[in-house]
């Protein structure tokens, strides 16, 4: 069909201004130049170049955007480190169990091992050349599952800031049985990972990492997983500080000094208490604000019995110096169940926080001295007092043993006969009658003896020698014992037997033991009270049809 060229001109615009309706229009309308052919070659040779275009455009979109998904998330698209590693070509090297005999490793590249047994730990370390470097971890069992293992990410002093069990990591497991593991390495240096079978699992595994540089520009500091105290910190004047949020280790010493003793309520002998070492740590408050105190929430505490008290600084002084203060705040812990209090503190300045266990422990005695006075103190025999004896006990720290009395003496007693004259006594002189004659003074006996009479009496008594000769018979009598008790006929002292030297070995009975406390103060900087602050007045002060 041939056209003039203003119809072909009228066509053309047309087909530069027409849509849908306009087709319509135009193939239906009487008037005019026949366009209609022409508006179809020009649609579809639009559509093609209309078609190819997106269709390059989106192709080349949408695998830019695949490649930053999968970049982002390889595993999401199937693509897992294992499969863009080669073959492993090294191995551990035994003995790698500990930080110091850590096997190096090579960038992307697999390493093999092998567990001898539970107990075994392999190590290996990496060293990073920037901060905020991401390392990812591949680990696979070729011959096996991977289920079984515990893998750790340590820091260049082996502290574990990063672990996980093989067998229970979600999302990253491959169809081939590889697991990867990300972590970012934030400071400089080397970084530990050591493996350990938590079941017995002896395939042999392969182990790769690959570190990569991240955008991340945060600035790392060096500080500590929790703090500890620093002994000796037994008074205010030497308190530990604290670090709001940050968890304080602490442990009560043993003391088993003169004067810390106790009576033992069973009688058997004594205990001594943990309970004189006092942890004291300081915290400085701005004032004006809520602290919360929370017990054994780092880790876990084992039976325990802790004293928890608050002190200002005043009440501080006060105990420091061995009077009662009432603290601001007293709790006990006996198991440490993270237990969490909190308390007010309205001036600013330094509070202090005192720590003390009441655990009884027995320590067993190692020597034994007499204590002959009974007095509780160690002491020797009458005349040597100062030198106390060596003794023993079966048990317990005190004893008593029976020892022969140091005052014994020997008594001797004569029995006289009877007297032969008219008094018949039996004792030593003899009593008479003395008769005075012309020719003389003579006892009343016979043969006669010579007496006297003063005077010119003619009869007088007289005391005279026993003529007889007496029996004599010995007789044992006792002194007081050293402390006063005994005495007479009692041919026996009982004296004490006391512990002088305890063992440094503690006994500690079936389920009491020992531990180490750990606990975190936060300073919230939050008014104690809402009434105090600017809360509470804009609250007042809002429109309210319920008061005048």
Known sequence: MMMTRSAALLCIGVLISADAVGQVWWENSSQGPDCSAAFNDGRGVGYNEGFNAGHLNGEASGQANMLAACQANPNGCGIYLGACLAAPQYGETEPNDNIVTADALLGDTKFWGQAYGMEDQDWFYVVTSEPNQNMTINFSVPTGSVSGWQIAVRDAAGNIFAQFDAGAVPGSTSPQGDISYRV???????????????????EPYNLAVVIQSSPLETQNFIAGFYDAELEPNDGPQSASPLATGVAMFGVINLNFEPGTEVPDPDGDGFQYSQGLDDDWYVYDSP?????ALEICGHAECTNGNWLFSLYDAAGAAQEAAGNYATPLLAVNSDIGNNDRYVVGLG????????????????????????DWNNDGRPSGPPGSEATPQACGCESGYRCDLTVANPSRRVVEEATWPVCPF?????????????EC???????????????????????????VPNPGTPTVAETVEYGLCPDGSGGGTSPQCTIGCLCTQFSGVIEVPDGAVTSQYNFSVFGTNLPPSTVNSDAFPAFQGRPNPYTP
């Open 287 to 291: 004032g004006n604000e809520v602290l």
């Open 422 to 434: 008219d008094f018949g006594s039996a004792t030593e002189q003899c009593q008479a009658t003395c």
């Open 347 to 370: 001036s600013p300045g330094p509070y202090y926080l005192r720590v003390t266990h009441k655990r009884l422990l027995t320590a067993p005695c190692a020597a034994y001295q007499t």
């Open 437 to 463: 004659t012309g020719t003389g003074c003579a006892l009343s006996s016979d043969p006669a003896v010579p007496c006297s009479c003063g005077g010119n009496a003619t009869q007088c008594r007289v005391f």
């Open 184 to 202: 970012t390495l934030g400071l400089v240096g080397t970084y530990y990972i050591s493996l350990q079978p938590t079941a017995l699992n002896y």
